[in-house]
């Protein structure tokens, strides 16, 4: 079991960056691969980045890829996705998602392999 709680988000301008933070309550975070989705007004909910489970691999949105940065530290139980040069296309609520799978050997992009899922963090972008 797996408890996440998500934040970050804020009120931002075109061009500025934001990091948004993942912390995570129990004992297995170490052992699955973590990952960011979001979802905008009237839309699915959308893969933006994933890391493996000792942080080795990452994968990345390749719409979104260049403007990002996923890491985790299992020792702090946290994760963390850094987001550049934010554009008002990306206004949207970010939730961090944890594999109930332990030690998958790859990441995946469909939310509903997903079991664990923080609180979600607005992220509104101004032009």
């Known amino acids: 079991q797996v408890h996440l709680e998500d934040s970050g988000g804020g009120v931002v301008q075109a061009g500025d960056s934001l990091r948004l933070s993942c912390a995570a309550d129990?004992?297995?975070?170490?052992?699955?691969?973590m990952a960011w989705f979001r979802q905008a007004p009237g839309k699915s909910r959308e893969f933006v980045a994933g890391?493996?489970?000792?942080?080795?691999?990452?994968y990345y949105s390749p719409s979104l890829n260049g403007r990002l940065t996923i890491s985790r530290d299992n020792e702090q139980n946290t994760g963390a996705l850094q987001i550049y040069s934010l554009e008002p296309k990306d206004t949207a609520v970010y939730y961090c998602?944890?594999?109930?799978?332990?030690?998958?050997?790859?990441?995946?992009?469909?939310?509903?392999?997903?079991?664990?899922w923080g609180q979600g963090t607005q992220v509104t972008v101004s032009s």
């Open positions: 890391i493996n489970w000792n942080g080795d691999g990452t």
């Open positions: 129990g004992r297995t975070f170490g052992s699955v691969t």
């Open positions: 998602a944890a594999d109930g799978r332990l030690y998958r050997p790859i990441i995946i992009t469909d939310p509903s392999q997903y079991t664990y």
